[in-house]
């Protein structure tokens, strides 16, 4: 985010009201989740005319969070915009609003994805491939292939290559009990297990989990409150 | 009479294949088991070498399946044991001589009259192993300690899972218990904790039985062999005796044998 356009417009805005941030992509309008429309449409109204020369011709992106917005209420907000001067943009690139998209992953629709179990060890040369979450209740062992548009759990040590959301799903993760894997892929990223201690097992046993953060894979146990924190309803 | 056909496979070459078929089959012999060893490699025959028989093959495998010979011509009366025999592939053709419903036939004939019918897989996965399983009633997997014999064996597994040939058993050819002591092999649990299968024996590797193997002599004959003796004790449990697992001892040093004194 640049500075300069982040301090122009917050001191200018009262608190709870409409924001604008400034990121490398262009401007985003930011509509609080409650409250009236009208009002906010009156204040974006407002900035827009205090300083016509800074918007004119700025890319804008609109977020509403949880706000549905009506077909009016959606023309009147484009409508203030492009007499502005602005280019609405459909969407923006930046985390905050991958965050949201994550969001709305976890909820109902997540769990509606078809899965499929695998009751065996998934041995050298064997291949699982499912459109949906597979569930091994076994081992998997190295030289198998467990891929999965969705996530993949495995009762036992995960050994071979796994491919979790593999349909381009990042927000796909991979769940064993012991995690060393020749190669872990989520959507398009992948990993390979450190080349140290190949030849010796781990000892140790307890869930683990693989997911993509910050564009690596990253791999930590599972610690008791680990879905507390990734479900904040 | 109903003999047991099994058969040795490994998926790696190298591992011990046909030295633990003849070794296991004279041992067999030497408990007055009638006993068949049935060469499934074509083409790259071995078995009768390891047997010391090379010299007697008149008529092979492929002779028989094709019906040129009758089966009992084909057999070769082992020099030590009146109850063993071998029936040797043939060198000068290919695996696809052979079907899997022509093994399957051929074993069904050999298991009227013997006790045990062992089939020396030849390594890979393709035309010769499916020949060499298909008439197979239980499997015995030879690997050695390393990490790529292991992959091998654990995909055979995985194999004969698909052919329902059920629960084959595990012998581990080849430990070297100074490397593992150093940590440069994989140990028994390691293996185990990979394939978990039952483990029909642990084969410490011994110098014994290269030059057995070269004169012709399976080492389980040999009472002074530590090679020897552990294919004595896969025979054992073979025949469903309860048979130690030999202590693969090696020299702990002064150091750790006081270390083990304290803590017991």
Redesign the interface.
Same mark, same amino acid.
């Given at each position: 985010m640049t500075d300069a356009a982040k301090s122009r417009q917050d001191s200018s805005s009262n608190s709870p009201g409409i924001v604008f941030k400034g990121y490398k992509s262009g401007l985003t309008l930011i509509i609080p989740e409650t409250g009236s429309f009208e009002t906010y449409l009156d204040e974006l109204r407002n900035h827009l005319d205090q300083a016509k020369d800074f918007f004119k011709g700025a890319k804008l992106a609109i977020k509403t969070g949880n706000r549905q917005l009506c077909e009016e209420e959606r023309f009147f907000l484009l409508q203030i915009i492009e007499e502005a001067g602005m280019v609405v943009q459909p969407t923006v690139n930046e985390p905050e609003t991958s965050k949201k998209v994550k969001k709305k992953g976890a909820s109902p629709q997540g769990m509606l994805i078809p899965s499929v179990t695998v009751r %065996?060890?998934v !041995?050298?040369?064997?291949r699982i491939e499912y459109e949906g979450n597979i569930l091994v209740m076994g $081992?998997v062992?190295?030289?198998a292939e467990i891929i999965a548009a969705g996530d993949i759990v495995v009762l036992g040590k995960l !050994?071979g290559t796994a491919h979790a959301g593999a349909n381009g799903n990042r927000q796909a993760e991979i769940f064993a009990f012991q995690i060393k894997p020749v190669q872990i892929r989520i959507a398009e990223v992948y990993t390979r297990a450190p080349e140290k201690e190949?030849? %010796? $097992?781990k000892r140790y046993f307890s869930p683990e989990v693989a997911m993509i953060r910050d564009d690596r894979i990253v791999v930590e146990k599972v610690t008791p409150n680990y879905f507390n924190q990734k479900y904040k309803y | 009479m109903s003999g047991r056909v099994i058969v040795v496979t490994s998926g790696k070459g190298g591992v011990g294949k046909t030295t633990t078929t003849a070794n296991i089959g004279t041992g067999l012999a030497l408990r007055g088991r009638k006993v068949v060893l049935i060469d499934a490699d074509i083409g790259l025959r071995n078995l009768d070498v390891v047997m010391g028989l090379e010299n007697r093959i008149v008529y092979d495998l492929v002779n028989v399946v094709e019906k040129t010979c009758k089966t009992k011509q084909a057999l070769i009366k082992d020099k030590r044991f009146d109850s063993l025999f071998l029936l040797p592939a043939a060198q000068t053709r290919e695996k696809t001589a052979v079907k899997p419903e022509q093994m399957r036939e051929l074993c069904a004939e050999l298991r009227q009259e013997f006790d045990y019918i062992l089939i020396d897989c030849p390594a890979g996965i393709e035309q010769g192993f499916k020949n060499a399983i298909a008439g197979a009633d239980e499997a015995v997997i030879v690997t050695t300690p390393d990490v790529s014999a292991v992959r091998d064996a654990d995909r055979i597994i995985g194999l004969l899972q698909a052919h329902e040939i059920p629960a084959p058993r595990l012998i581990i050819n080849r430990v070297r218990p100074q490397m593992i002591k150093k940590g440069d092999m994989m140990d028994i649990d390691d293996v185990n904790d990979i394939l978990a299968i039952e483990l029909l024996g642990v084969v410490p590797d011994d110098e014994a039985v290269i030059v057995s193997t070269n004169r012709g002599e399976p080492s389980v004959m040999e009472s002074g062999s530590k090679a020897g003796s552990a294919f004595r004790n896969i025979v054992a449990r073979i025949e469903g005796e309860e048979a130690p697992f030999m202590s693969l001892d090696y020299d702990l040093g002064i150091f750790e044998k006081i270390r083990r004194l304290i803590k017991k």
């Open positions: %065996k060890t !041995r050298s040369g064997q $081992d062992n190295p030289g !050994r190949r030849l %010796k $097992d | -």
